[in-house]
T-cell receptor
């Protein structure tokens, strides 16, 4: 079975600084998709960024970027210029051939002013 | 609607009762998913619909759980003889298509229903 591991239960960062959230996964497949979702206290899961495994270029979305290391099965999220609104639970998720997402346990990110 | 909606927002019930949780997907989305999120954990897959049919129900924990999507739009998750261990947030998501790559299979989530079984 596929597994997703987020080794950092909690992280803190000062406003305007950069923070990196870690994620590793386990699969025997070559084609798959990786995602980072943000879940604020409102419970709404919001897609932050998506990466296709066949693409070598790391995905970026404004202040959010990933470091995708396929051989190491690592998929970290970098948040630049952190803002107070970035405070949330962040989930790494994996999807291969089927359609179900497999989520990690999450990392609570607190942005401090 | 603009996004996935779920009703009720919160549901409190007693052990042994029957509950129904409703999900309205984004208009035009053919695929619909249910996940369960226990406190302090990531969501876990329950079932996925393509149109009206359940394409993958491998995540349903037992036969007390059942879901339908009779017209290919709104879905209802039904839980019989609720147990305290069923207490969780039930999340619904939808995507324009299912599989095939590209961005059309990206899942968009609703705000969830928090179920509390006393």
């Amino acid at each position: 079975a596929q597994t997703v591991t987020q080794s950092q239960p909690e992280m803190s960062v000062q406003e305007a600084e950069t923070v990196t959230l870690s994620c590793t996964y386990d699969t025997s497949e070559n084609n798959y998709y990786l995602f980072w979702y943000k879940q604020p206290p409102s419970r709404q899961m919001i897609l932050v960024i998506r990466q296709e495994a066949y693409k070598q270029q790391n995905a970026t979305e404004n202040r959010f970027s990933v470091n995708f290391q396929k051989a190491a099965k690592s998929f970290s999220l970098k948040i630049s210029d952190s803002q107070l609104g970035d405070t949330a639970m962040y989930f790494c998720a994996f999807r291969e051939y089927g359609n179900k997402l497999v989520f990690g346990a999450g990392t609570i990110l607190r942005v401090k002013s | 609607g603009a996004g996935v909606s779920q009703t009720p927002s919160n549901k409190v019930t007693e052990k042994g009762k029957y509950v129904e949780l409703r999900c309205d997907p984004i208009s035009g989305h053919t695929a619909l998913y249910w996940y369960r999120q226990s406190l302090g954990q990531g969501p876990e897959f329950l079932i996925y619909f393509q149109g009206t049919g359940a394409a993958d129900d491998s995540g349903l924990p037992n036969d007390r759980f059942f879901a339908v999507r009779p017209e290919g739009s709104v879905s209802t998750l039904k839980i019989q003889r609720t147990e305290r261990g069923d207490s969780a947030v039930y999340l619904c998501a939808s995507s324009l298509t299912a599989g095939g790559g590209g961005n059309t299979d990206t899942q968009y989530f609703g705000p969830g229903t928090r179920l509390t079984v006393l």
